[in-house]
């Protein structure tokens, strides 16, 4: 092998621009073949537009790219599944409807005289596939029936299936619970095993000790540098990637719980599909105390969240805060009564996206006398408050009070959400996936902002598939699954490998 | 210079004025094409609006329901509604002036706001039915709209069937008080007074008596820039948008989405009524008419509002550019024989071109990222 084919990807010097905007300011990345290469930077920090410009979807201002040593312009996605480049992108790309088989074949359909669908012999291709690399799936199985580690399998396949070489994961255990990121690094080892070469976009540490080789850092376009992982720490990962020493412990006091505010009583929620996806939950939350419920995506917690905010109706149960019943009354209602919401969509449910950042810092408080008078808005009481809150709150860029609030990055955009919903003081802050999609550096932020809170003596209902997150901030820790609490800790009495089985539906181990 | 030339072509406004310059030139083209001279068809146009003073208040004349349709459908689109009911509440807005202004006799002014205030109940109602069908059972108000646009049609019909409203053997119903009507000096001018007056003074003459000039486009403008400013300085406006950009963030944070919508249709209803109501009361015959087919100003509002991308104030300017091109469009068409559909093409390409604005956002990067280079 000669020095020129020792890299499968080679990138040099990449500038991209959006706007006046420099996304990408001289980057270079280099991937051997048959290795687990890591991009890690912060949110914003370009990984994810490096990834887009290799797999055609976006093209550089300036720059080369050399796949195996060959210099390619990568035009679009098709030049990109030309050179054997298959990406696995955050969001699945499935259709629901359709059986493994089917989503795997779809576009490059097993055909039999020139027309007709051979279903059984891609079936037949699909297992063989599957024991090659180790990849465990049904190929009969609905997409909509199967588990989310199944499915990243399944879009995994869907790339080995077009003879992909390189392969692209981005963020790929944003939603998987601890067991199945310790079996997608089993996977992709085997992948390196049979020559493949893996990139994975990621800003968590551990994940990055644990599977890559190589480390490529990137903080704000620029390169800072290539690491390899086995030389350093994950504390020296993280300085890198925020370009100041991170605290990547929760500091915080021990709670001091007083008198029960916020109270579920026996609910229970039908989804539309008339299935209770919540059984018989109760909850109580005191005041000055973080409540996690730990569990994995679609064990009831987004009924619960659209339950508490009377988003949806309940079946049977009560919900209450400081004695006043909510449930099935307004979101209105709700709010005026004291809690207030982080959602887990920000973008859906948190956000005006066209709308000026200023104005998103009012909407729930617009029609009230601070930022209205005789229903006409008071614009220079809007914009003031919009610049104390973006000064207070360290949102970026400073002078972004007019402009639309898609523009800002995620985690300022989740900084906007959190001093609008503190502003308002509540009694019961509800935090659904508060850090969702955000760096350390912001993490760190909105995590001392909801001890902060608790500490002025309020109460927050934590809801998070992160478990370090439920582990780190929590002061009691319940346990969802299914629709009910199956276990609850206090602090520090649990680890992350015994809530990893409750979650996945395990027996809680009795004191030996 | 190219930064310059960028930045321009992000604003909005520009993107439309673009939009229709491409406009006249697609037609141009059509114009070509079919053997007519572009130059002389254009400049026919032109000159047949702005060579009299009579010709130009006829395209003001026929300006004030558009305008007013047009706000209508740019309102209902703020929160995300396609209002294709113009066309019926429009009539309905008529109707209710006809049978408020023809019944009752009351002071000059006051009889005027009577009117109006009676069509956008009316109007106001009709949409907010539709409004009510989506928010409470999810029908599509594209649906609903459609068919109350038919039966408002027939209602109209059916009212001037009726005796003691409809003139026997006419196809009018009875017509609104003269003193109600708001057409400038509507009864100095046909005073004998007047008569004396105006035989003395031909322009002034053909512009009284030779056309319906009435007080109707300058209540559309202060109507519009009232829209302008519920929409944009006011909670409710607040609400309205918000709802439209984001439904469910709007619902999480306490907004009723419901009820904004109900209220939407119920103003956007009542500004199609307004223009309805304008036109009785400014426009001969003043009285509700037997119809074949719908009005038409309901859909012009669509246009209106798609050319002005949903601004209340472009609303004005693209209502006044629809019905001169209109009133050209027919002029060319008796003079030179050029076909006045060319009219439809360009109107056609301009709200194509409008709705492809990104286009010319994407022209301006290109611009933009070359500039960096230079600077590189």
Known sequence: MNAQQQYAVEMQSIYKYFDTFCALNSVNLKVKKGSIHALLGENGAGKTTLMNILYGLYRPDSGKILINGEPVEMKNPNVAIEHKIGMVHQHFKLVEKFTVAQNIILGQEVVKAGCILDLARARKQVRELSQTYGLAVDPDAKIEDISVGMQQRVEILKALYRGVEILILDEPTAVLTP????????????????????????????????????????????????????????????????????????EKTKANPQDVIFSIDNLTIEDNRKIERVKDFSLSVRRGEIVGIAGIDGNGQKELVEAITCLTKVKSGKISLNGVELQNTSPHNVIENGICTIHEDRQKRGLVLDFPVKYNFILENHHKPQFAAHYVLKEQAISKFAEDSIKAYDVRPENCASEPVKALSGGNQQKVIIARELSNNPELLLAFQPTRGLDVGAIEFIHNALIKHRDSGHSILLISFELDEIINVSDRICVLYDGRIVAEFQQGEVDEYELGLLMAGGEKKDGI | MGSKIAELLDKTATKIILAIVLGFIVGALALAGAGYDPVASYAMMFTSIFSSPQNMIQVLILTTPNILTGLSVAFAFKTGLFNIGGEGQYLMGATAAVMVGGVFNLPPVINVLVIILAAVIAAGLYGALAGFLKARFGIHEVITTIMLNWIALYFNNYLISVPGIGLKNTQYSFPIQQNAWTNVLSSWKTSSQGQVYLAAHPTLNTILLGTDINYGFIIAIV????????????????????????????????????????????????????????????????????????????????????????????????????????????TIQMNLGAPSEVVNIMIGVIVFFVAVASMFTMISERLKRRRIKVAD
């Open chain 1, 179 to 250: 067991q199945e990121i310790s079996e997608l690094v089993n996977t992709m080892h085997n992948l390196t095993a049979n020559g493949k070469t893996i990139i994975i976009i990621t800003h968590k540490l551990k994940e990055i000790k644990k599977s890559s080789e190589y480390c490529t850092i990137i903080r704000r376009g620029k390169y800072i540098d290539t690491v390899d992982v086995k030389s350093v720490t994950e504390q020296m990962l993280a300085s890198k990637m925020v370009g100041r020493e991170v605290n990547l412990i929760v």
């Open chain 2, 223 to 330: 109507v519009a820039l009232l829209i302008s400013f519920l929409l944009y300085r006011t909670t409710f406006g607040y609400q309205i948008r918000a709802v439209g950009l984001n439904k469910d963030a709007a619902e999480g944070a306490g907004i009723k989405v419901k009820k904004n919508i109900v209220m939407t249709m119920f103003i956007a209803g009542g500004l199609s009524g307004v223009a309805g109501a304008l036109q009785m009361t400014g426009t001969a015959p003043h009285a509700l008419v037997t119809l074949a087919t719908q009005p038409g100003y309901g859909f012009n509002g669509i246009t209106v509002a798609l050319m002005a991308n949903s601004s209340p104030i472009g609303c004005i300017f693209t209502a006044l550019l629809l019905s001169g091109l209109q009133f050209g469009g027919s």
